[in-house]
């Protein structure tokens, strides 16, 4: 299974991604530069955290007029697993492809700490090998992560199942505790949290390997059927 | 072109009337104002180390493992497997105190640039900070501000660069009030055949100028750097520049590109003194010199003057020198990041560095004159060193020792920073094993199988009591917190903050500690391969001068095998524990320099803590091979706040694991339990047999002194107890109050 690791100006979290992909869950991964619409054969995208284009606008404002992205959207168009990490989130907001935004954290500083989630959906590609109702200790760092939402949209996650992670303790004020939602067609995923932080020992956490493994296991399954 | 050069805009230069008479025997005519600008700048004691430089020849800078010692952008030392690791501290004392935010986040840009310009990509950075009192009662509120400026202006250059902010320390004392100390460390990792030099070679070849445009931000921001603080500095608040990480994550991608494309000669970034040092340093450097010509130069706003352009700090700029006819190469290296990139001059056989402006020279100066002949003082120094504490402290009992425990975890000082440390993306890079709040921060390098290990340590009370035995005490403390994970110390950089060095009490601080520096590393084998030196950090108000504590600050770093890290705090209950290094010794004098002294007595008298060296040295290696061995599931230094303290620390975790100890002992309670004699470690291990047979075979001491329990911490000694707490509302205070310190 090929990954996609898509390169802003101002990715700072694209390598980390390519080595948890590339080591930890020992699958091939190449970079993608935003310039480019070219996606190379790729499985999977991921649009790592960061600054892009330095986020002096709105986070992810800017990225969303790349090439790249419009090559991204057809390729969600056409079923591609798409997951947006911390920065990519917000891209994904920004470009539409998942409903809400995402504003500065209630407290108004930068945090970054471990946090616990529950995994509250298995029936997406991206948790399929976990459980429902685990809990996962997977860190956070944003200065932008409080996740908002009309009423109406919010609901909509809740009854289609699409809420995919909640905070147990919010660290942010995001809306019903949200840390990471899906599309409706469910092969896009945004989440805050980052599940790069957390795919080796060394780094106190493997419990974000679970979101690669499934996009693994959920792509095998779509080549062998 | 012919700007009288008065005696007043000598001193506006910071330029002596005998510096000025050096200038014309060298130029063999009186210079013009951008020459003047040059001179001063160059001559600056933030560049040319007048004041210290022929005291920092005293510093040890060699061993097998230096590859660059002092006088390059950053030192280097070999990791082995084609790895070497790029480092050095500097400050940003006076920036960060006009304007915090951006003070502190240049101080971040200026170091990272240091580190990617040797071809080194930045993944680790610390900062030591010193601030006045949060409840100073006159300046509590401003102080409060500035720290508030000050993290949240590391957080955000760091955050965005993506570079992890993975330790440090903050220490709050009222002589930082009008000066606060902002210290930033960086560390990069490079393959030892890609390592890049700041030095320019071969005449034809062009310089070319990336990166932001210049603009009139931080004109004469060495010189400032350079003098004491008064009401009018404020005033200078333009000098600060404004940084822009952004800017700064492409300029290092761009560069390391750059580097990789073979044409690329030498490089060097434009930090203190902008265009002026690095066109001088690097042309002097290569035994050339380089011509350059300003309407070249990228410029941010119209009607720059010569001396405006040539003086400008404005971030994120580097100069490189690439070879002849690649030009291309390297042009579209920096188009692809978006960034600027022009050719800007040449490099010239002369060993000279001639600026024009439009074709007409306006500075011409021989790079010896720059450097060669930068004035070097002697400073008098036959003073003692300064200090008005008493060698004799108060008679004082305490009646609570269990309360005096937690007033001192609740110390500003002392207390936890995770209200700082959690605003700094810590683990960006996904490298950090350790992270802030361990003794020491550790990041593997996945490239080879090896961690790296740093501390930052330094101890202004230690040191203004005296300065020689204070610092020799910092290192010993540094090295240790390095074994204490389990990492052999190998290396150093420095950053010396003093006062005015015209005073001859703080020269002799400043010489005192330069030469306790140089015993203790050489001791213990730490070489300084670079660091910095932030003097006139004084503040006068009035008629009354208040210069800071003498704080020079260390960063050490150690060298592991990657493992899973042995943090400080307690994992399992009933197991056994050991104190390295035993209960170690104390007076009324010893005591005078404690936390202990400092926040349950309000005073500070007498001498800091007595250092063997030579049995911190064995503690040091006995930790090392109880950490390789597996034994320790837990160990932690013991420093400020001393035993107690340390224990308490033990216990700060999710865990709430305490301990039951007994001690035995003659000394009195309060030394008991807070003294801060070095050399001692505490360890919890489930094999104390074999912790104290290492410990033997160092010929050390290895008390065991009792064992982990759930929820208390409890303290006897010879059966009596002396204290007891509920771990957890010890550590609920602990967590809590720098926050409710600063809200107050």
Redesign the interface.
């Known amino acids: 299974m090929k990954f996609g690791v898509v390169v802003f100006?101002?990715s700072?979290?694209d390598?980390?991604c390519w080595?948890?992909v590339s080591?930890d869950l020992g699958q091939p991964a190449e970079f993608l530069w935003h310039d480019s619409t070219n996606l190379s054969n790729v499985d999977a995208i991921v649009i790592p955290?960061?600054?892009s284009?330095?986020?002096?606008l709105r986070c992810g404002a800017i990225a969303k007029f790349s090439p790249i992205m419009g090559a991204i959207k057809k390729f969600a168009a056409a079923g591609g697993l798409v997951i947006g990490i911390c920065n990519g989130f917000q891209i994904l907001t920004e470009s539409g492809l998942l409903p809400g935004a995402l504003v500065r954290n209630q407290g108004l500083?930068?945090?970054?700490?471990p946090v616990d989630l529950r995994l509250e959906t298995t029936n997406t590609p991206f948790t399929s090998q976990g459980s429902k109702g685990q809990i996962l200790s997977i860190?956070i760092?944003h200065?932008e992560g409080c996740y908002v939402a009309d009423e109406r949209t919010l609901d909509e996650l809740e009854t289609e199942d699409r809420v995919v992670f909640r905070y147990l303790k919010n660290p942010n004020g995001s809306a019903r505790d949200i840390a990471g939602i899906c599309n409706a067609q469910r092969n896009v995923l945004g989440m805050m949290p980052?599940p790069?932080?957390a795919s080796?020992?060394?780094?106190g956490s493997t419990d974000g390997l679970v979101v690669l493994q499934s996009m693994v296991a959920s792509l095998a399954g779509a080549t062998t059927r | 072109m012919s700007t009288a050069i008065t005696p007043e805009l000598l001193q506006r230069h910071r330029i002596t009337d005998s510096e000025y008479q050096v200038i014309l025997k060298e130029l063999g005519r009186q210079p013009t104002l951008t020459e003047l600008g040059i001179f001063s700048v160059m001559w600056s004691e933030h560049c040319s180390y007048k004041s210290s430089k022929i005291h920092l020849k005293k510093l040890p800078t060699e061993s097998p493992r230096v590859v660059q010692g002092p006088g390059e952008n950053a030192g280097i030392i070999d990791i082995g497997q084609g790895y070497s690791i790029a480092f050095k501290i500097e400050s940003h004392n006076h920036p960060s105190f006009i304007e915090p935010f951006q003070g502190a986040a240049t101080g971040v840009g200026g170091i990272l640039r240091d580190i990617f310009t040797m071809g080194a990509r930045p993944i680790a950075v610390l900062d030591a900070l010193r601030f006045g009192s949060l409840d100073h009662p006159r300046h509590g509120a401003r102080n409060q501000r500035i720290l508030q400026g000050v993290v949240a202006g590391i957080a955000h250059y760091g955050n965005c660069f993506g570079v992890p902010t993975v330790g440090g320390e903050c220490v709050f004392e009222d002589v930082y009030s009008g000066n606060p100390l902002v210290n930033v460390f960086a560390l990069g990792i490079v393959k030892q055949d890609e390592i890049f030099y700041a030095k320019a070679a071969g005449a034809g070849n062009p310089v070319i100028y990336v990166g932001a445009k210049t603009g009139r931000d931080g004109v004469h921001g060495a010189t400032m750097a350079s003098g004491e603080f008064t009401k009018e500095s404020e005033k200078q608040r333009p000098t600060v520049q404004v940084g822009d990480p952004f800017m700064e994550k492409l300029l290092l991608e761009a560069c390391i590109e750059a580097m990789r494309t073979g044409a690329i000669i030498g490089i060097q970034d434009m930090g203190a003194a902008g265009l002026t040092c690095s066109t001088c340093e690097m042309g002097s450097r290569g035994n050339v010199g380089v011509e350059i010509d300003l309407m070249h130069v990228p410029q941010r706003e119209s009607g720059m003057i010569p001396y405006d352009i040539m003086l400008s700090e404005s971030q994120e700029r580097m100069l490189l020198v690439a070879e002849k006819g690649r030009e291309e190469e390297v042009f579209a290296v920096f188009r692809k990041w978006g960034l600027d990139a022009a050719t800007v001059g040449v490099v010239i056989n002369e060993n000279t560095l001639r600026v024009r402006n439009h074709g007409e020279i306006v500075a011409e100066i021989p790079n010896p004159a720059l450097t060669d002949a930068a004035p070097l003082y002697d400073r008098p120094h036959n003073a003692k060193p300064f200090r008005t504490a008493p060698m004799q402290g108060p008679k004082f009992a305490s009646q609570d020792l269990a309360s005096d425990l937690r007033r001192l975890v609740t110390s500003v000082d002392l207390c936890s920073k995770r209200y700082i440390w959690q605003q700094y993306d810590h683990m960006v890079r996904t490298n950090t094993t350790l992270g802030p709040g361990a003794d020491a921060a550790i990041v593997r390098i996945k490239e080879t199988g090896t961690s790296v290990a740093m501390s930052l340590d330094g101890n202004g009370r230690y040191c203004y009591l005296d300065p020689r035995e204070g610092t020799k005490l910092i290192v010993a403390e540094c090295c240790r917190n390095l074994s204490t994970v389990g990492a052999l110390p190998v290396a150093a950089t420095n950053n010396l903050n003093f006062g005015n060095p015209e005073r001859p009490e703080i020269m002799a601080q400043i010489v005192e500690s330069i030469e306790g520096m140089a015993d203790a590393c050489r001791f213990f084998e730490t070489p300084i391969t670079g660091g910095n030196v932030s003097l006139y950090n004084e503040t006068r108000t009035g008629d009354t001068t208040v210069a800071i504590y003498p704080t020079p600050v260390l960063g050490i770093v150690g060298l592991m095998p990657t493992k899973a890290p042995v943090g400080l705090a307690f994992r399992n209950a009933d197991r056994d524990l050991v104190l390295l290094g035993g209960l170690g010794t104390c007076d009324d004098t010893r005591f005078g320099g404690t936390q202990y002294a400092k926040h349950i007595l309000q005073d500070l008298w007498g001498l800091p803590p007595a250092l063997d060296m030579d049995y911190e040295k064995r503690v040091q290696a006995a930790i090392r091979q109880i950490i390789a061995e597996d034994l320790a599931e837990s160990a932690h230094d013991l420093s400020d706040g001393g035993l107690a303290v340390a224990l308490a620390e033990c216990g700060f975790s999710p865990n709430r694991i305490g301990a039951v100890v007994n001690l035995d002992s003659d000394l009195r309670p309060e030394f008991l339990l807070f003294h801060e004699a070095p050399s001692r470690i505490v360890v919890s291990t489930a094999n104390a047999a074999r912790v104290q047979e290492i410990a033997a075979q160092q010929g050390v001491e290895a008390t065991l002194i009792g064992r982990t329990q759930p929820d208390r911490l409890e303290i006897h000694n010879r059966n009596q107890e002396l204290l007891a707490s509920s771990v957890d509302e010890l550590n609920r205070l602990w967590e809590g109050a720098l926050e409710s310190y600063l809200q107050a």
Do not use: E, K, Q, V
């Not at chain 1, 284009?53 to 002096?56: A, E, M, N, T």
């Not at chain 1, 500083?109 to 700490?113: D, G, Q, T, V």
């Open positions: 100006p101002g700072n979290c390598h980390d080595y948890s080591h955290g960061g600054f284009y330095g986020d002096y500083r930068f945090i970054c700490a860190p760092a200065g980052h790069d932080r080796s020992p060394l780094m």
